[in-house]
Structures are given as C-alpha cells and as structure tokens.
C-alpha cells in the first residue's frame, strides 16, 4: 500500500514563499518519478511540476517557472516543492503523485497514487 503524504501549506501573502513537502511509503520510492499537481476550486487539476526518479530531469509548467523548484531526497523517500514568488493565481490544493515509470510526464493519467493534499492561500 502506497502513502503519500503532502505538509507544508498555509496561508501566505503575494510574493511570499512555502515550501511543500511529499512523504512517501510503501514503494521503491527511487525508482519512479514524482509530481506536483493543483488545483483549484471549480477547476481541473492540473499539472506543477514534476521530476525523474534520480532528479536529473525535472519538468515545470509554464506559470510556475522561475517560481518553483522540485527536488527530491531518496534517502527520505520525499519530495520538495519550494514556491516562491507566490501570486494569488497559485491559491490551490497541492497534490503530491507517484508516476507509473522514472521518467515522469505532464498528465495526470500517467501517476498511479495520489496524497490528499495541501491547501495553499496567497492574499494579502
């Protein structure tokens, strides 16, 4: 059984930071890849940001790039989402998700297991 659990949310001001983690168990974490998805109310998920099960690649959405960084530590079996520069469009739910394979991708469909998630507010 695998478990993912996110951390880190709140309530933060525009152009403040958070940083949002993933515990995960219950799978060789380091053999899969892992992403960030969002989503906000009366919206569809969507993806954030995503990385490789080694961290050489990682993959970001065009809204967040600049802003967010994805990592991971193996050894801990989690992963890191640090948002920076946040703007009231990035008020959402935070999933952390399990890929199918090492590498990662940008849809939803390709992540077999899914945390439940982390509320982030930006306002001020």
């Known amino acids: 059984q695998v478990q993912l659990v996110e951390s880190g949310g709140g309530l933060v001001q525009p152009g403040g930071s958070l940083r949002l983690s993933c515990a995960a168990s219950?799978?060789?974490?380091?053999?899969?890849?892992m992403a960030w998805f969002r989503q906000a109310p009366g919206k569809e998920r969507e993806f954030v940001a995503a990385?490789?099960?080694?961290?050489?690649?990682?993959y970001y959405a065009d809204s967040v790039k600049g802003r967010f960084t994805v990592s991971r530590d193996n050894a801990k079996s989690t992963v890191i989402l640090q948002v920076n520069s946040l703007k009231p469009e990035d008020t959402a739910v935070y999933y952390c998700?399990?890929?199918?394979?090492?590498?990662?991708?940008?849809?939803?469909?390709?992540?077999?297991?899914w945390g439940q998630g982390t509320q982030v507010t930006v306002s001020s």
């Open positions: 219950g799978r060789t974490f380091s053999s899969y890849a």
């Open positions: 990385i490789s099960w080694n961290g050489r690649w990682t």
């Open positions: 998700a399990l890929s199918q394979d090492a590498l990662g991708s940008l849809s939803k469909d390709d992540y077999d297991y």
